[in-house]
């Protein structure tokens, strides 16, 4: 059996396209029968966010703005 490839994924969980990318790398191992190690690591749009969030209107207002804010359907 062949060495593993080594695979290092920054992944934002709620980004849709990371989550497809993440299907197409599963079929993709597969189909190859090329063992793969995975390693997940986050990518955060916004580092600074404290661990218990940040409630969103409040979040939008900061970085766009009241008037962003008050446009949301959030």
Known sequence: MSRPVAIRILSDVVWPWCWIAKRHLEKAAIQSKVPILVRWEPYMLNPS???????????IADKYGPQMAAMSKC
């Open 49 to 59: 966010t404290p661990p218990e969030g940040i409630p969103i209107r409040k979040y």
